[in-house]
């Protein structure tokens, strides 16, 4: 079992900047797939990005493409998002996930990922 811990939300105007993170304990992440999920009121759980056990394998939702970018650091246990251009549309409640062993980051179902933080909320304001 891992506990994830997401920090780093907040309110933020169209056109700024955050940096999401998500701190791993119990359960070593190195060796799985790790990846950033968000939901808005009323909407499913959609994929924002996920990073393979290496940082060598990286995949991105089309809406957050060249706006976001995810890393990890196996050593210290942690991943982070950082978010540039934010939009109004990106406002949610922003999940930090491990992947099932052997889940690749090309797979975008938030099934495919067993392990969940509690979640941070990021608003955008227009």
């Known amino acids: 079992q891992v506990h994830l811990v997401e920090s780093g939300g907040g309110l933020v105007q169209a056109g700024g900047s955050l940096r999401l993170s998500c701190a791993a304990s119990?359960?070593?992440?190195?060796?799985?797939?790790m990846g950033w999920f968000r939901q808005a009121p009323g909407k499913e759980r959609e994929f924002v990005t996920a990073?393979?056990?290496?940082?060598?394998?990286?995949n991105y939702a089309g809406s957050v493409k060249g706006r976001f970018t995810v890393s990890r650091d196996n050593v210290k246990n942690t991943m982070n998002l950082q978010m540039n251009s934010l939009k109004p549309e990106d406002t949610a409640v922003y999940y930090c996930a491990v992947g099932a062993a052997g889940t690749p980051v090309t797979v975008t179902s938030w099934r495919a990922y067993d392990q969940w933080g509690q979640g941070t909320q990021v608003t955008v304001s227009s």
């Open positions: 119990g359960r070593t992440v190195t060796g799985y797939t």
């Open positions: 990073i393979s056990w290496g940082g060598y394998s990286l």
